[in-house]
């Protein structure tokens, strides 16, 4: 099976400017999962999709925003760009697992897009 | 709050040489504990993931432990090597597995 694919790898932007990031899930994956890592933070939560709605937000402002396709593919976007988003935003999907004990969700990540605001 | 500590921020070792990382966290309830392997501009790699009723995993050269009453795990790398060079990052997921705190990582850098 193919991994998690994230288009563009690179982007440069200019502060206000806007920004649509893409990711392919692993195909049967339903659940997509995007984050914000920098040097500083660390990995950070911005949201989760699930067959097409969203189901989990993290603690970032309303500039950034997501949706998820039919197809489970999504896509992410910045509005009002910022120095500070400047970041490499990950994406995820993930696998409903079952144990003797536990359900969990593995996730599997892209290569990332790596943003830079000037 | 939970929170996913991690110690150290970073560490050099030698070639052929062992070490080992720690993560302590607060995340209640507890459901898993993950390690994720990242090199540089790439995106994070699992290595191992352990439920509240395992205390060790192994995935080649990289030995998980957890301790649950603790709330403590350790990543053992042993005889590291050159490709051992990235970012371990500790996750901690709560019941219901839809939040997941991440440690800031431990930088390792293997040298020849």
């Known amino acids: 099976k193919a991994g998690v694919t994230q288009t563009p790898r690179y982007l440069i932007k200019t502060r206000g400017q806007q920004v649509t990031l893409s990711c392919s899930p692993i195909?049967?994956?339903?659940?997509v999962s995007w984050y914000q890592q920098t040097p500083g933070q660390g990995l950070q939560f911005l949201f989760e999709y699930f067959s097409e709605t969203q189901r989990n937000k993290g603690n970032f402002p309303g500039r950034f925003s997501g949706r998820q396709f039919s197809n489970s593919r999504s896509e992410m976007n910045v509005s009002t760009l910022e120095l500070g988003d400047s970041a490499l935003y990950l994406c995820a999907s993930s696998l409903s697992v079952l144990t003797d004990s536990i359900a969990y969700n593995e996730q599997f990540f892209g290569p990332g897009t790596r943003l830079t605001v000037l | 709050k939970n929170q996913v500590e991690q110690s150290p921020q970073s560490l050099i070792i030698l070639e052929g040489k062992n070490c080992t990382l720690q993560?302590?966290?607060?995340?209640?309830?507890?459901?898993?504990l993950r390690w994720y392997k990242q090199d540089t501009g790439r995106g994070p790699v699992s290595l191992t993931i352990?439920?509240?009723?395992?205390n060790t995993k192994s995935n080649g050269r990289y030995t998980a432990t957890l301790d649950a009453d603790t709330k403590q795990s350790s990543l053992h790398i042993t005889a590291s090597q050159l490709s051992d060079s990235a970012s371990y990052i500790c996750v901690v997921s709560e019941v219901g597995d839809y939040k997941l705190s991440f440690g800031a990582g431990t930088t390792v850098t293997v040298r020849a």
């Open positions: 993560c302590n966290y607060t995340v209640s309830p507890f459901s898993n």
């Open positions: 195909s049967g994956h339903r659940s």
């Open positions: 352990m439920t509240f009723s395992e």
